[in-house]
């Protein structure tokens, strides 16, 4: 399905909730024009589908994030005492595997962006979608490329003359330190059934422990 048809089925869909809530409460709202749930339908997927046509290069990149996101998150993506660290927590072997190896210990103080990112897509959209803090969604398509390519330097995932576009974002993928490591063989999908290909495990529970509905501190001890 195009875009265009994406975009007017959202906007049916705004007419049709926008018409009962005017009807329900006279004067209150108006329907969502076309236009208005175009603005929002910016979200770029894992397969990069609603990636915008762009480009951006590290050096660019570098010259956005001093000005615009090094206030929030540190230099080099290090952060501040009020958000967790961009970088860091990564290797060389990580990305030749694309599992970070941190994830497995208890060694890192910290987990990282990078080292909890399976899909270069998140990224982008985050960018695109909420930043800078101050101005959500103000940055044009070939700055998002720019910052997201900045910050794969910093995370020695591409090299200092490296220009990201929607044409190498999937080259780019392969080399996320962690893009194996997400899954779905687990109790949050529970379509299908454990073992048969589909997504989760059939809805088996993560975690065992014995349910309690009343007299729990008995039961527990605590």
Known sequence: MSKWFEWVGLALICVAGSGWAMDRYPGVGRAATVAEVRAWDIDVRADFRGLPEGEGSVVRG???YGAQC?????????????????????????IRSGHARALAGSAAAQRTTFMRLATLSTLFDYIQRAMPWETPKSLAPNDVYALTAYLLH????????????????????????NRHGMTTDHGLWPVGEAGDGDMGNGGIPDIQAERCMNECRAVHGH
Not at 158 to 173: D, G, I, K, R
């Open 62 to 64: 570098r010259e956005l």
């Open 154 to 177: 910093l995370a020695g995932i591409v090299p200092e003359a490296f220009t990201l576009s929607h044409s190498n974002m999937a080259n780019v993928q392969s080399r996320l330190p």
């Open 70 to 94: 090094a206030a929030c998150h540190g230099s080099a993506g290090e952060s501040d005492a009020f958000f967790t660290p961009l970088v860091g927590g990564t290797s060389a072997h990580d």
